[in-house]
């Protein structure tokens, strides 16, 4: 095949109609090549991944004018079972050629894997052959945005955001990604996957009275990202959303601190997606469960036999993956060892249900993956990474919440994290913190922060707001040896928990 | 196509571009680029990694990675375009020129002005980089067999002790090419790189190594192995450890985990020229003991050296803190500019972040004490082999949070005790240095987040008063 073949501007206004690797039947003739390659005695089991992935990243400062950035790379990934043990090789792809090296080398490294003594075999379980395709539905383009709306946008989000003097440092971004990955394996699937994605940041940091305070928007991990076009950026309000964070990292600069003790409060959908992250969907992989990522990544406090049987948080406590789920960044059509997406619940009212398992680790409990094999890209052996995990929501609006709640707090917004390798003991700080007074939302406070052990936090959670007020976020991840980044989805709506440990990290 | 590809075979172990190859390519592709300025910089890493958990070897891996960036300026607008292939670099040429020239027309705020680069011939401290501290025949030796072997070894002894091996050895070969037309400054320079880590759980018992070098036989991975061994089996049996302030001795590890937030907490030249940070705000004042000196420093002998940045700045020695006084800040050549300074060669740029100077090399300077003779001057205390989840709660106070764990021990009368719990704290990096009256010899390198070729290295420190846990309040 020729990597020049089929451009964008050849097709017409398809945005999945870019780059090299746009054509499912080109791409299916490679990783065939592949497959064949690695077709000797003792290989139980292969799959190729062939990916062409394109990043536009444009950032603002008050000190810089336009940073703007656009990369591109195309390669492939090959993992081998050979006598039950893996081997794994990615290269960039120069030449046709290097389909055939990478599959050598893979098939080299699980020979070097094969000679380890005693060591366990695995036997993968045969899964039907999926074949399909799917594709993120874009109503706008992100890459057609003209290059003066862009800058504009900019301009307008880092003017709002620095508005007051007290600024002295902020940042507007803007991003847009779109990908190709083709997957074979030698079950006999074959799939085709475009994906694209949009997001924008804005970030302030605001000097005086001692103290530096920060605020961000939409949220505090690289801005947010979803899987969408340039319409979702236009519905995040940017400028205006921008100007309030400006005014509130000022007005957090005379804020009272934030008490500790014990207190009630309710917590925003942004910091609630970072608690899911942490202490439930890292704790759920099931990879780090059986020791995989014991000397990197860490472990977990769960294990595997507590499906079905071990409480982990309270009644109100129902927490899913799925990546049927359109529009986030942990959305997909299968995973990337070729298993097909699926709604799983995770935790159903408090109980563990299900693991995050990719194929190998599912068959070492003797389970069915659950379709959370993902990877970086082409150059990296897929993991055990989150897909589309969220809180289901309850009932009810953030007025209705505030009201139930009482006395207390409604704090959002990740400013520091940290949790033990089990994920078990938390401490976490947030950017801001609201009094809560008689269910009404009162005066500002800053450097509020709240710990504990994962258990006893879900075991806190007392009431979940409705459908209306949930929100998602794109959210990145890092894992594996070399480190690879997982891009996740995680959302809820706002949550209140009782009785928890306030102010930590005075 | 170009021929760079053809020496990209299934088995080596060497740099897969060579210099004459990659700065020709980059010569050729600039030479007419439509633009007032241009320049561009080739990555180049490949690497074997084995990791093993448990009775198996189950990541055995061979990634290579290619970046290809061009950066062009227009009318005092910049764009970047970036390819994974040589085949590619023109089309990379041409996106970059149009781009910033559509920045142009668009009147986009232009990008900040830099410092120059050193006229070709001129650059002292380039000359002076010792180039022998690159490339290890060792590691180019130290097969994925041998890592293997070595996994082996590390997962049946752990085995027959009750307990689990879990790990990573691996060998990676960096080339880095950089040219600008204007400057006439071409640049390239390739090394080897060798990591090992290892965790060994015995019952509640753990022990952490990692270590990252230019040269394999520095690791010596095999007494690793014996030593983690051995200390996963001293920590069975661990003690609660009561909340409150202790002198401590910090393993290599944990010490060097201090040294990734230098650059959140201002040593860095846009936060010097934002007027926030330690430089800024203490620049010429102690800020830690005497006995301290971190210093960014990619020419020493020490982590993972290397000449020159993404921006072909040579790299040099920058005191960030020198005998504990917080004396200098890490530039690219834009904040160089702003400070009217020169660049030190600290041009960094990842993934999902804007471009900025960062620390990459960061070392705390060692003595003379070994790890024994710093705890044999503590009498009642503690040993802390390893922080985790280190994570800034409040950059002006320098202040963060993280969790202790694998072989911590209690220290009584100067000797190891017994093991003890790992346990959460919150406190002041540079509070914490300041109460530094031991810092010890040998050091360990770990990686730095997200940072290319970045390395933090630190040998065993004595901390007077280090704050271990939360306050017990009574719950409500």
């Known amino acids: ?506 | 196509m170009t021929d760079i590809t053809s020496s990209r075979t299934a088995e080596t172990f060497a740099p897969a571009l060579g210099g004459d190859r990659a700065t020709d390519a980059l010569e050729r592709a600039l030479q007419d680029a439509p633009a007032d300025k241009v320049e561009a910089f080739i990555t180049s890493r490949s690497g074997d990694f084995t990791r093993f958990a448990g009775a198996r070897v189950h990541q055995s891996q061979a990634i290579d990675e290619v970046q290809i960036m061009v950066r062009a300026e227009v009318d005092g607008r910049v764009s970047r375009a970036a390819s994974s292939s040589f085949g590619a670099l023109g089309a990379a040429v041409d996106r970059a020129c149009a781009a910033a020239a559509q920045q142009a027309k668009d009147g986009a705020a232009p990008a900040p002005l830099r410092t120059d680069l050193p006229a070709p011939g001129t650059d002292t401290v380039a000359s002076a980089f010792d180039s022998s501290l690159l490339w290890g025949d060792d590691t180019a030796a130290w097969s994925v067999a041998d890592h293997a072997r070595l996994a082996d070894r590390a997962m049946n002894e752990a085995n027959a002790l009750g307990g689990q091996a879990a790990g990573m050895f691996g060998r990676a070969v960096t080339e880095v090419a950089f040219h600008d037309r204007e400057a006439h400054l071409s640049r390239y320079a390739y090394a080897s790189e060798a990591q090992g880590s290892l965790t060994v759980r015995i019952d509640d018992g753990s022990s952490h190594w990692k270590d990252m070098s230019r040269f394999s036989n520095r690791l010596g991975a095999e007494a690793a192995v014996t030593r983690t061994l051995a200390e996963a089996s001293r920590t069975r049996g661990r003690a609660k450890l009561e909340p409150g302030e202790y002198d401590v001795v910090l393993g290599p590890l944990a010490a060097g985990e201090l040294l990734d937030f230098f650059g959140a907490f201002g040593f860095t030249g846009s936060a010097l020229s934002a007027g926030f940070g330690a430089i800024a705000n203490r620049g010429g004042e102690l800020v830690a003991s005497s006995l301290v000196s971190v210093h960014d420093d990619a020419t020493s002998d020490v982590g993972l050296p290397f000449p020159f940045d993404f921006q072909g700045t040579s790299k040099r020695d920058v005191p960030m803190i020198a005998h504990g006084i917080a004396q200098s800040a890490v530039t690219d050549r834009e904040t160089a500019y702003a400070l009217k300074s020169e660049s030190t060669g600290n041009f960094h740029i990842a993934r999902e972040e804007a471009p900025h100077a960062i620390p990459m090399n960061v070392i705390l300077r060692g003595s003379e004490p070994t790890e024994e003779e710093l705890i044999s001057g503590i009498e009642n205390g503690v040993y802390l082999q390893r922080f985790w989840y280190t994570r800034t709660v409040d950059p002006v106070r320098t202040t963060i949070t993280g969790v202790t764990r694998d072989a911590c021990f209690m220290i009584k009368n100067g000797k190891i005790a017994y093991p003890v719990e790992s346990m959460r704290f919150t406190m002041s990096v540079l509070d914490a240095l300041a109460r530094v009256d031991g810092v010890g010899r040998d050091y360990l390198s770990q990686p730095l987040m997200n940072v290319f070729n970045g390395s933090a290295s630190a040998p065993a420190i004595r901390v007077r008063g280090f704050s271990l846990g939360t306050a017990p309040i009574a719950k409500g």
């Open chain 1, 1 to 506: 095949m020729s990597l020049d073949t089929v451009t964008a501007a050849s097709v017409g206004l398809d945005p999945h109609a870019w780059g090299d690797l746009a054509s499912d039947e080109a791409a299916a003739g490679m990783l065939q090549i592949a497959l064949a390659a690695v077709d000797v005695p003792g290989v139980d089991y292969a799959d190729v991944r062939l990916i062409e992935a394109e990043e536009l990243r444009l950032y603002s400062t008050l000190e810089a004018g336009v940073d703007e950035r656009v990369e591109n790379n195309l390669g492939i990934g090959v993992r081998v079972l050979y006598r039950g043990s893996w081997g794994f090789a990615s290269l960039p792809i120069w030449d046709t050629a290097d389909v055939s090296i990478a599959a050598s080398r893979a098939l080299s490294n699980a020979r070097a894997a094969d000679s380890v003594s005693n060591a366990y075999r695995t036997e993968l379980p045969p899964l039907p052959a999926a074949s399909g395709r799917y594709l993120t539905e874009v109503a706008i383009d992100p890459f057609g945005v003209s290059s003066s709306a862009r800058y504009d946008l900019l301009a307008e989000i880092l003017a709002a955001a620095s508005k007051p003097a007290e600024i002295v440092m902020a940042q507007a971004g803007l991003n847009a990604k779109r990908q190709h990955r083709h997957f074979a394996n030698t079950e006999g699937s074959v799939q085709h996957q475009h994906f694209i994605e949009s997001g924008a940041m804005a970030l302030v940091n605001a000097a005086g009275n001692g103290t530096m305070q920060r605020r961000s928007f939409p949220n505090s991990f690289h801005g947010n990202t979803a899987q969408a076009g340039w319409e979702y950026v236009e519905g995040l309000r940017m400028v205006e959303e921008a100007d309030r964070i400006g005014r509130e990292a000022v007005e957090l600069l005379t804020a009272p601190l934030a008490p500790a003790g014990y207190a009630d409060f309710i917590i925003g959908p942004a910091q609630m997606a970072l608690q899911i992250h942490e202490s439930t969907g890292h704790a759920l992989e099931l990879d780090r469960i059986l020791g995989d990522e014991a000397n990197y990544a860490g472990t977990s406090f769960i294990t595997k036999d507590a499906a079905g049987s071990m409480k982990y948080g309270s009644p109100a406590v129902n927490i899913t993956s799925d990546p049927t789920v359109p529009g986030t960044r942990g959305s997909f059509g299968f995973d990337d060892e070729g298993v097909p997406a699926s709604r799983k619940p995770l935790i159903s009212e408090g109980i563990i249900q299900n693991f995050l398992s990719t194929r190998d680790s599912a068959a070492r409990i003797g389970a069915e993956s659950t379709g959370a094999a993902r990877s970086d890209g082409w150059g990296y052996l897929p993991v055990c990474f989150s897909t589309n995990v969220f809180l289901e929501p309850g009932s009810g609006s953030t007025e209705e919440l505030e009201d139930r709640l009482g006395n207390g707090f409604y704090i959002d917004d990740n400013r520091s994290w940290s949790i033990d390798e089990r994920r078990h003991n938390f401490q976490f700080g947030t950017e801001v913190a609201y009094e809560v007074t008689n269910g009404k939302r009162g005066r500002l406070l800053r450097g509020f922060s709240y710990g504990g052990t994962t258990p006893e936090f879900w075991q806190s959670v007392e009431a979940v707001a409705g459908p209306e007020e949930f929100k998602a976020f794109g959210m990145p991840c890092g894992k594996g040896e070399p480190k690879q980044w997982g891009f996740l989805g995680h959302g809820a709506s706002p949550t209140l928990v009782r009785n928890v440990r306030i102010g930590v990290d005075k």
